[in-house]
């Protein structure tokens, strides 16, 4: 069985090779999707994140959120450490800062951020996923451990978890790592699977 590593180049490559405009056509047919589902339509606060290396994109979904009065939120990098995300306030016009990866981010205003329990939906990127609802991701962990207390709860699982990803981003199997989140539902251009 092939490496995560061997797993992420193959994929990374794979969304890598799909044309601008197709890229734009998937991320038009995703939110075309997931703005008809309920677990967007009952979602008020809204993170998402703005793509890099090919990622779906998912600002045609973040531009009917705003036309619906929903906030949403961008992931913000802690600044001490801990591998772990803020979520601050995102809207059109905002001022962007590139962070130490290189991904633009909202200029921190600390009294606005949310953490991710507060969140009702998180739109997270990803380079892999299975039909049993695995990430793969691109290997930090930020998205598992600013997630990680929805592997402890019984009961109220909010905020839920949404994968979006290029079709072609599915393998058959990923086996997970016991400090992964699992996805609750993913979005391709396809539509809207529930895991």
């Known amino acids: 069985m092939p490496s995560r590593a061997d797993i992420r180049k193959r994929l990374r490559d794979a969304r890598r ?8 056509a998937h991320a ?7 703005a008809r589902h309920t677990l967007f339509l009952n979602s008020r606060r809204i993170a998402a994140y703005l793509p890099v290396d090919g990622e779906m994109d998912p600002m045609p979904l973040v531009w009917r959120a705003w036309e619906l009065g929903k ?9 001490y450490g801990h591998n772990r995300l803020w979520f601050a306030p ?7 800062v590139r962070n130490r990866f290189g991904i633009a981010e909202p200029v921190r205003i600390h009294r606005e951020r949310a ?7 998180v739109l997270a990127p990803l380079v892999g996923f299975d039909a049993r ?12 451990r600013s997630l990680a207390f929805l592997n402890r709860r019984q009961c109220w699982k909010k905020p839920r978890l949404v994968g979006m990803a290029h ?4 393998v058959p199997r990923l086996d997970g790592a016991r400090w992964d989140v ?8 396809d539509g809207v699977r529930i895991i």
Request: glycine share 10%; net charge negative; hydrophobic share 45%.
């Open 17 to 24: 090779a799909l044309s601008p405009e197709l890229r734009a």
């Open 133 to 144: 609802g695995n990430r793969l991701g691109m290997g930090g962990g930020f998205y598992d």
């Open 182 to 189: 699992p996805l609750h539902a993913i979005a391709t251009e």
């Open 90 to 96: 995102f809207r059109d016009g905002d001022r962007l």
């Open 115 to 121: 953490n991710s329990i507060e969140l009702d939906l």
């Open 71 to 79: 906030i949403v939120y961008l992931p913000v990098l802690v600044p």
């Open 28 to 34: 038009e047919a995703l939110a075309w999707h997931l």
């Open 167 to 170: 079709a072609c981003q599915q």
